[in-house]
């Protein structure tokens, strides 16, 4: 913009004149709301600009072809047709011409010019007066430039073109020296058209409702000011004009009005590309608020929720990453999991149990839709990460989706991840299921227990300084913790704790005995039948998931070391950093692994996997005598 200032006042500094491109947003339209009176001057505008684009885009192709030297033909130009019953106002347009001609060049010349033809186009709306003037100088530019095509094979066009003085700016030294200011007027030309088409799209779009298209209160606001940078291009292109037909040394400089609406342009387009936005939007909202009142079919609604007319996507399945088509939904119920792209793995690791359990049934289907305002590379790539994490499906469209507004309104979404239940004819069973998903799995209860009751001691003391830390809290997270085999005064309840630990004998003999291998779970068993005798172990589960388990050693070296990793629980979610920190102490550790296996239990493996690492376990036998009738042995 700076550089428009210097070029425009160049011409008036020194003189002492009015800048044009000084003049602020503001000043310019003080002025020239003075001229306005009302728009109860109705004629067919649409027709009038027809006639002139038709005009200037095949006479500005001639002026290449003469001044460049190119062979541009015309046929490939659109031929717009207006209406046959259209009658230009000629008068109006032969008045505007003559207030227009003959100028000497300078901006504040070109602006009382131009505030002279608003105050005679007072009555006419704003895009009435930008066409009306630029018609006026399609006049008089389509005919000079038909004239020089034309003179030499026709005696009337030559005598006529004599008059208009075609034959002095065709002579090769007069446009030899006047060839950059005929390419800068023909320039300008277009930037014009530009501007005023621009500006028309905008007239057309203004019958929508600004309650739903509120960007359209600022383009419509601006129009004024834009027609007015029109006009004043206009006068300046004429007097160029002008000064070329005479040969005259002294023209108008047009490169900055070129400048100026080359920037208006710019700022047009970008408004028209908001205002269709908002009106799809706006349509889609209303489609979907029609469609909802009375849902057939959940592919029809998700489609209506999803994409803007006919661009349907296929959906990426989670499992195996690869686009499936979206009929997988027909005739399911669909949970849409939405969210912004800030989301945790926790946010994720919440939704699997129930992944998991639908799945086996097929009657259900989960679709993750992230809303994203405005996508970017980057933002395509954190999508691309996260979607990796997850099992089930999701909606892979790198545009706003067409429901947006209808899920922010409707279903209330703020940012935070939400999933909305369907049925399959699309009816909305729950508005948010997110909230008792997280009252059932965001629970995490901590067993715990052990031969040491200092150690009992100290991991009641910060298990409760981690479940009352304001992190967690915040992270709405709650942590039960349930000691077993303590009674309420602090003494051992035998009863609980060997049914406990029977249990879990029970379970490993029973998985020992049906498998070769073990596997996941059984490892997770023999992993806690090693802290029978030990001073201190934990188990932390999640509803009905066991998360982790440890010795008392690690575990208590986790819960000691909470402000080193609590800072990353909204980050990477509570579990995954715990699991995460666990690990990282129980490498520096080396706490043997030690499992006493009932002689009773029939079949003893040969060998067995440590639960800790993949090694193979050392085989021991002891013998044990607890004073008691009926001695017994056992291996370990």
Not at 81 to 96: G, H, Y
Request: proline share 4%.
């Amino acid at each position: 913009m700076a550089s428009l200032v210097r070029l425009g006042s160049s011409q008036q500094t020194n003189k002492g004149g009015l800048s044009l491109f000084t003049l602020s947003d503001h000043e310019i339209l003080n002025q020239i709301y003075t001229t306005h009176v009302h728009d109860d001057e109705k004629f067919d505008v649409e027709s009038l600009f027809i006639i002139v684009e038709n005009i200037l885009k095949r006479a500005t192709v001639v002026v290449d072809n003469i001044v460049l030297g190119t062979q541009a033909t015309v046929e490939h130009l659109e031929e717009k047709i207006p209406k046959a019953s259209f009658s230009p106002p000629i008068c109006t347009l032969k008045n505007i011409s003559c207030e227009m001609q003959c100028k000497a060049p300078g901006e504040e010349i070109v602006h009382k010019t131009a505030l002279s033809i608003l105050s005679k186009l007072s009555n006419y709306s704003w895009d009435a007066k930008a066409v009306l003037t630029l018609a006026a100088f399609a006049l008089d530019y389509g005919e000079f430039w038909l004239l020089a095509q034309i003179q030499s094979s026709d005696q009337l066009a030559k005598s006529v073109g004599t008059l208009k003085r075609v034959p002095i700016l065709l002579k090769r030294p007069t446009l030899q020296k006047h060839k950059q200011a005929l390419i800068e007027l023909n320039n300008v030309i277009k930037a014009t058209l530009e501007v005023i088409e621009c500006i028309f799209e905008l007239e057309k779009l203004s019958n929508h409702d600004i309650k739903d298209v509120p960007a359209l209160s600022t383009g419509m606001e601006h129009i004024p000011v834009d027609v007015y940078w029109a006009i004043v291009t206009v006068v300046a292109s004429t007097t160029q004009l002008c000064c070329l037909i005479n040969d005259e040394e002294k023209k108008p400089e047009l490169s900055p009005f070129s400048q100026k609406l080359n920037i208006i342009v710019t700022k047009l387009k970008r408004q028209i590309t908001i205002i269709r936005q908002q009106i799809e939007e706006t349509e889609a909202y209303w489609k979907l608020v029609k469609v909802f009142r009375t849902p057939t079919e959940i592919m029809e609604v998700f489609k209506g929720l999803i994409y803007t007319k006919d661009s349907v996507q296929p959906l990426i399945d989670g499992s195996t990453k690869k686009p499936v088509n979206i009929d997988v939904l027909k005739k399911k119920n669909v949970l849409l999991f939405i969210s912004s792209l800030d989301i945790t793995e926790e946010d994720i690791s919440i939704l699997r149990p129930i992944h998991d359990t639908i799945k086996k049934e097929d009657q259900y289907k989960i679709v993750w839709i992230p809303i994203v305002e405005q996508w970017t590379e980057e933002l395509q790539k954190k999508f691309e990460i996260l979607r990796s994490k997850m099992p089930w499906y999701a909606v892979q469209y790198y545009s706003p989706i067409a429901g947006i507004r209808f899920i922010k309104e409707k279903w209330h979404f703020k940012g935070k991840p939400t999933v909305v239940v369907l049925n399959h004819q699309g009816k909305v069973e729950c508005e948010n299921a997110m909230h008792m998903i997280r009252i059932k799995d965001q629970k995490y209860i901590f067993f715990y227990g052990g031969k040491d009751n200092e150690w009992i001691t100290q991991f009641t003391k910060r298990a409760t300084a981690l479940a009352n830390d304001p992190v967690i809290k915040e992270a709405r997270i709650s942590i039960e913790l349930l000691c077993v085999g303590k009674g309420t005064k602090g003494e051992d309840n035998v009863g609980i704790l060997g049914r406990f630990w029977t249990g879990i004998e029970s379970l490993f003999i029973s998985k020992t005995q049906r498998k070769t291998e073990a596997d996941a779970v059984s490892l997770e068993i023999q992993k806690l039948l090693s802290y029978k005798n030990e001073s201190g172990w934990a188990v932390l589960s999640k509803g009905s998931t066991v998360v982790l388990s440890g010795h008392g050693t690690t575990i208590l070296k986790v819960l000691e070391d909470l402000d080193k990793w609590k800072e990353h629980v909204r980050e990477k979610g509570f579990e995954v950093i715990f699991r995460e920190y666990h690990n990282k102490v129980l490498h520096t550790a080396h706490i043997c692994c030690r499992i006493d296996i009932p002689n009773t239990s029939g079949k003893i493996p040969e060998n067995m996997k440590c639960p800790d690492c993949p090694r193979i376990m050392e085989t021991y036998i002891s013998f044990k005598c607890c004073h008691i009738d009926g001695t017994t042995n056992g291996l370990h």
